[in-house]
């Protein structure tokens, strides 16, 4: 007797069944991530343009807001990005936790932090 080889068709199901819930939470976390890179770029280059850095404090910050909102990008909450001056250094603090849910009761904590210095000209 002569027998085939290959997958049979319940290893085939489960291996298909692990893919899906790999790309079931790929696909989920990767907003959050899509998002927290889009304000992480943001801040990195107003912490990088001098032109920027020369503005007061409350006009830098509602720079960044306008950014974040041309972008399409929203904050979990208004103090998740802190700006302050300390003799004549700016400090970017990006500091936010977003909770995604994954399956029924199960959800995932995603923690972003950042830190940004920069002189002012």
């Given at each position: 007797m002569?027998?085939q080889k290959?997958?049979?068709?319940?290893?085939?199901?489960?291996?298909l069944?692990?893919?899906?819930?790999?790309?079931?939470?790929?696909?989920?976390?990767?907003?959050?991530?899509?998002d927290?890179?889009?304000?992480?770029?943001?801040?990195?280059?107003?912490?990088?343009?001098?032109?920027?850095?020369?503005?007061?404090?409350r006009q830098?910050?509602?720079?960044?807001?306008?950014?974040?909102?041309?972008?399409?990008?929203?904050?979990?909450?208004?103090?998740?990005?802190?700006?302050?001056?300390?003799?004549?250094?700016?400090h970017?603090?990006l500091?936010?936790?977003m909770?995604?849910?994954?399956?029924f009761?199960?959800?995932?904590l995603?923690?972003?932090?950042?830190?940004?210095?920069?002189?002012r000209?």
């Open positions: 002569r027998y290959g997958a049979s068709f319940l290893s085939t199901l489960i291996v069944m692990v893919a899906g819930i790999f790309f079931t939470v790929g696909f989920k976390l990767f907003s959050p991530y899509w927290h890179m889009t304000i992480n770029s943001i801040v990195k280059t107003t912490s990088e343009d001098p032109d920027e850095l020369a503005k007061p404090l830098l910050r509602g720079d960044l807001d306008k950014k974040l909102y041309i972008n399409q990008v929203k904050l979990p909450a208004k103090d998740s990005l802190q700006v302050t001056l300390k003799e004549g250094v700016y970017f603090d500091a936010y936790e909770r995604v849910p994954m399956f009761n199960i959800d995932a995603l923690t972003f932090k950042e830190h940004y210095e920069a002189v000209p």
